[in-house]
């Protein structure tokens, strides 16, 4: 295996080294194949509460109320569950509590399903507009990085961050009939 191989494979790993390393204890996700080494980490995990989500609007609700009593959590969600948040995304901006989503971009590049694309070429602006700090990835080597910086900036600022993991980082989709 070459090393870009083996890098490609480890960046959720990364990810949830920092996840560990700023104490996050609650991780709200809808099953999302982009992430599913993550989750699968994040469930495995006995210090953190895996919670699935009907939808990802729910999360934002999981982050306060974590917030609230005295926690640390996490959002994981598609590029098209940015659009289910928008309103909920109010109150992160308003309350000033961290809130950190780390979304996997659909719409970019090599989709195949054109539904993924009107939402995937908003996200970034979205976030912007709702008071996120975003952030994106392109490469594996730019993960650990930018996560780590990102969960700082998050919980050492009461700030809602956004890292936007590119189609590219995770992978081209296919479609099987």
């Known amino acids: 295996m070459d090393d870009r191989t083996k890098?490609?494979?480890q960046w959720p790993d990364a990810i949830y080294a920092q996840f560990r390393r700023i104490g996050i204890r609650q991780v709200g996700y809808v099953p999302d194949a982009g992430h599913s080494r993550l989750i699968e980490l994040c469930v495995n995990d006995p210090s953190i509460i895996d919670v699935v989500l009907t939808t990802e609007e729910e999360g934002v609700g999981l982050v306060?109320?974590?917030t609230l009593g005295g926690q640390r959590a996490a959002l994981l969600m598609q590029s098209s569950g940015v659009g289910n948040c928008i309103n909920m995304f109010s109150l992160a901006k308003n309350c000033g509590f961290p809130c950190l989503v780390l979304v996997t971009m659909r719409g970019e590049f090599a989709?195949?399903?054109p539904w993924q694309v009107?939402?995937?070429?908003?996200t970034e602006a979205s976030l912007k507009l709702c008071g996120f700090l975003t952030y994106r990835i392109e490469v594996p080597d730019e993960v650990d990085d930018i996560v780590g910086a990102g969960c700082d900036m998050a919980f050492n600022g009461n700030l809602p961050v956004a890292i936007l993991l590119s189609q590219r980082l995770i992978g081209r989709k296919v479609w099987n009939k």
Request: hydrophobic share 50%; net charge negative; proline share 7%.
């Open 118 to 122: 009107p939402m995937g070429s908003i």
């Open 64 to 66: 306060a109320g974590a």
């Open 111 to 113: 989709e195949f399903n």
């Open 7 to 9: 890098s490609a494979l």
